[in-house]
């Protein structure tokens, strides 16, 4: 393992790398980078640069994901995948997604052109978090072959849909087929700062994920009659917003009722938005996550139920349309005690947590081992610039995958050679 001075100049210099992957925003002022926006570019020609001098195959599969290749000691070996995604929220932070895919690189860097009996292939994925065209973990999707044609017929803001921005990114959507992994990885490990309070609090620098929450997301539409503001009096209105605000209370209620239950309404879209005239329609979102299926998928069935009391109560018509069901997703059970042995092997206490946020593992654990490991997030603060990592942390993440890469390769029965 490099000597502990080494260590620390190469979490800064992944903490600095970071910084500047930030620098490619579609918005001045602010790191906005969404799927395959012209920046992505900027990602790829900025990562290639580092991973080009180590021998690493690279290239851009059919949904612009990053994919590097480092062989193995031994023909045609397994391959273990160590990846996250290069998009961001709009105003974002310089860590989110970001940080795995420059701690893989990091990582291969630090290998000094060892080869170990397996490949490892790093992969930047192109989309994950939804906020281009409200579907999320479309880079990921690929490498399973779930990709199909309703996915890439959704459409932006603009009117663009997913098909036409991978031919606008010079892709060829006919080769999303090719993106799929072949045959069954040693398995997932993704870097990850935990968006969270949980590891600060307990004074740990690193958290081992067992579990990711199962999500749903849907939106609602609140339907009434839009009139005039002052002229309708207030027993006679049928106002949207007024049905979608008690709602609202409503599902703050039952997430506050339920143990382990959250549930966010993060965005209210009305019509026809203006001061003076009483809204005829509001759509609202909803994202409802717990570790237990049933759990969640009960509380969802409530605020259904929910909304249309309310509504005809108010003498409103609401519908609701699901956007995302995604199960709960336990991570592999021994790639876990893998990263386990190695955060004590660096002289740290592992800690077992769930996820409460999405991410791409709980899509390549449907067939591939997966694993994360969490990085303390200094005040628990994410998707904003006040995102922050410790050189200190990223130190220890260095160390542990390290440790991590050789547990495996022991694992495989063959030590690492030259």
């Known amino acids: 393992m490099p000597e502990s001075d080494d260590i620390k100049e190469r979490a800064r210099k992944v903490i600095a790398r970071c910084r500047k992957l930030a620098t490619f925003t579609e918005q001045t002022g602010c790191t906005t980078r969404t799927f395959l926006s012209p920046m992505m570019r900027d990602c790829h020609r900025e990562i290639s640069g580092w991973l080009a001098p180590l021998g690493a195959e690279i290239n851009i599969d059919a949904v612009g994901n990053f994919r590097a290749l480092y062989h193995a000691s031994d023909p045609a ?21 970001i940080l795995g895919v ?21 992969v930047g994925f192109s989309e994950e978090e939804g906020v281009r065209f409200a579907t999320p973990f479309i880079g990921s999707r690929a490498l399973l072959g779930k990709i199909d044609d309703d996915l890439l017929n959704r459409e932006d803001e603009c009117g663009i849909s997913v098909r036409a921005a991978i031919e606008q990114f010079g892709l060829d959507p006919s080769r999303i087929p090719d993106a799929a992994l072949q045959g069954v990885p040693l398995g ?83 019509k026809p938005g203006a001061t003076n005239v009483i809204a005829g329609e509001a759509v609202v979102t909803l994202d409802v996550r717990h570790a237990s299926d049933d759990t969640r998928n009960s509380a969802v069935a409530v605020l259904i139920r929910e909304a249309g009391e309310i509504a005809a109560r108010r003498n409103l018509t609401v519908r609701h349309r699901f956007q995302l069901s995604q199960p709960a997703v336990p991570m592999d059970p021994q790639l876990v005690s893998y990263v ?30 997966a694993a994360m490991i969490f990085l303390r997030t200094p005040g628990g603060i994410s998707h904003t610039p006040d995102e922050e990592v410790s050189v200190e942390d990223v130190a220890k993440a260095l160390e542990v995958g390290m440790h991590l890469l050789s547990v495996i390769a022991d694992s495989c029965g063959i030590q690492k050679r030259k």
Request: hydrophobic letters at 45%.
């Open 77 to 97: 070996p397994p391959r273990l995948v160590i990846g996250s995604h290069l998009d961001t929220v709009p105003d974002a932070g310089a860590f989110d997604g």
């Open 188 to 270: 997932y490990l993704e870097f990850h700062i935990e968006q969270g309070p949980v590891l600060e609090n307990l004074g740990l620098p690193l958290g081992v994920v067992e579990a990711i929450v199962g999500q749903s997301r849907l939106d609602f539409t609140f339907t009434g009659r839009a009139n005039h503001a002052g002229t309708t009096p207030m027993h006679l209105r049928h106002d949207a917003i007024a049905g979608a605000a008690e709602w609202i209370v409503t599902v703050e209620r039952e997430a506050q009722r339920v143990p382990g239950l959250v549930a966010t309404v993060g965005s209210v879209h009305t």
């Open 102 to 122: 420059v701690l893989g690189a990091a990582l291969l860097e630090a290998l000094n052109g060892d080869r170990l009996p397996f490949a490892i292939e790093l």
């Open 340 to 369: 386990e042995e190695s955060i004590r092997h660096v002289g740290c206490d592992p800690y077992r947590m769930v996820s409460g946020a999405g991410h791409d593992a709980m899509i390549l654990a449907e067939k591939v081992p």
